[in-house]
């Protein structure tokens, strides 16, 4: 392997939204040994940036779900940013519709200030249903939403909308399944868009040449790696495109069976250093700790 790509949440992050100090260790090893790292994720670039940072880590990072690629010095690579035009048919029904909705642009994530009300009001009344089984994974995705560096909370989105800056994803998130269909009905139309998810109650929107996967590929042609010669390790729905661009595959072991099925391998969970296991195993690289 010449260059291994990261998932973030449910990948590289462990139970406490950290990246451990086995993943941080294998990564380092495997760039000492001459293999690049790139970071690929929903988040935003500086949230990813911040991430990396605590861990001592300094990789290429492709964010915003594929929208832009920074170098490992943070400058700007690649970008492709929804049209404002689209940006603000899909706020506002959004807005109208009472979504809690992330805008991710260059400087901030864009979120309205009643968000939290709407979601805190869903999980109200998901108890007593057949739904409450999810509610403790509901509360952590909700702390994960609201632990993003660089949130900006608005109370109408037109102090934001009109700003000089890139737009390059909108999540949309509910936890009632009937509404987070109709949000997915509502913009499946929009072909200029490309629509993936992170988890089961949000869907992503972005430009629909933006995706992990060609960033990836521009990435790997910018380094003159093929394609055979690099790693991909996920768990997620918005993983496949990455996934399926690459000839080594891997699977979280907490990920879903329909993404474990389409990787050449599975490794560990995110809780056991899946990513640290992935690494010295099949990509090769050589653990110093097992040295005498």
């Not at 521009?218 to 996920?234: F, H, K, N, T, Y």
Request: aromatic share 8%; with cysteine; proline share 2%.
């Amino acid at each position: 392997m010449k260059l291994i790509a990261i998932d973030l949440d449910g990948t590289l992050l462990g139970e406490k939204r950290q990246i451990s100090e086995e993943n941080s260790s294998a990564i380092r090893q495997a760039e000492e040994q001459g293999i690049e790292v790139v970071i690929a994720t929903g988040r935003a670039y500086f949230d990813a940036r911040s991430i990396c940072e605590k861990a001592g880590l300094n990789p290429y990072i492709i964010s915003y779900t594929g929208a832009t690629i920074h170098s490992k010095q943070g400058r700007s690579i690649y970008s492709m940013p929804m049209d404002k035009r689209d940006v603000k048919q899909i706020v506002r029904w959004l807005d109208e519709n009472r979504f809690y909705y992330e805008v991710s642009t260059d400087t901030g994530i864009y979120t309205p200030v009643v968000g939290k009300e709407i979601l805190q009001l869903e999980l109200y009344e998901l108890k007593g249903t057949p739904g409450e089984t999810k509610l403790v994974g509901l509360e952590k995705l909700m702390k994960v939403m609201y632990g993003q560096f660089g949130m900006v909370f608005f109370n109408k989105y037109e102090e934001f909308i009109n700003k000089d800056e890139g737009f390059y994803k909108i999540l949309g998130c509910s936890f009632n399944e009937l509404k987070h269909q109709s949000g997915m009905d509502q913009f499946s139309s929009m072909k200029q868009l490309g629509m993936v998810s992170s988890a089961d109650s949000n869907f992503e929107l972005l430009n629909q040449q933006a995706s992990k996967g060609n960033a990836l590929k521009l990435l790997a042609a910018q380094l003159r790696i093929p394609l055979d010669q690099v790693m991909a390790i996920g768990d997620s729905p918005n993983d496949i495109s990455m996934l399926e661009s690459v000839k080594c595959s891997v699977a979280m072991g907490n990920a879903k069976e329909e993404i474990k099925g389409i990787c050449k391998f599975v490794t560990h969970t995110n809780i056991n250093n899946g990513v640290a296991f992935a690494i010295y195993n099949y990509a090769r690289v050589h653990n110093k700790k097992t040295q005498p």
